[in-house]
């Protein structure tokens, strides 16, 4: 009689370790799929850029817009440098007719 006890005992340990192991792996593929997914959707560049259309959009105006002014004040540095070298030729012209 003990040995049917320590038998059937037995299988059901069996039994449940096999139902916890296979709700483990659903659990673990649960998981894996989800990263999978997240992974390909930062991955997948362009339907990134498709869900954050207006983010993007602004985005490329404001680079747009730095690139644009940082060009606009390099390209009007010189001018501004030469008119001073002028304001000060004209100044010490002024001063030297003074005397």
Same mark, same amino acid.
């Given at each position: =009689?003990?040995?049917a =006890?320590?038998?059937?005992s037995?299988?059901?340990? @069996?039994?449940?370790?096999?139902?916890?192991?296979?709700e483990l792996r659903?659990? $673990?593929?649960?998981? @894996?799929?989800m990263?999978a997914?997240?992974?390909?959707e930062?991955?997948?560049w362009l339907?990134r @850029?498709?869900?954050e259309r207006?983010t993007v959009g602004?985005?490329?105006?404001?680079?747009?817009? @730095?690139?644009?002014?940082i060009?606009?004040?390099l390209?009007l540095r010189?001018?501004?440098k030469?008119?001073r $070298?002028?304001?000060?030729?004209?100044?010490q012209?002024?001063?030297?007719s003074?005397?």
């Amino acid at each position: =009689m003990n040995e049917a =006890m320590t038998q059937i005992s037995k299988n059901e340990v @069996v039994r449940k370790l096999e139902d916890e192991t296979e709700e483990l792996r659903d659990k $673990v593929t649960e998981i @894996v799929l989800m990263l999978a997914r997240r992974r390909h959707e930062i991955y997948d560049w362009l339907t990134r @850029v498709r869900k954050e259309r207006p983010t993007v959009g602004i985005g490329a105006i404001g680079a747009f817009c @730095v690139a644009g002014g940082i060009a606009l004040f390099l390209a009007l540095r010189p001018q501004r440098k030469a008119r001073r $070298v002028r304001r000060s030729r004209t100044s010490q012209n002024s001063a030297r007719s003074r005397r």
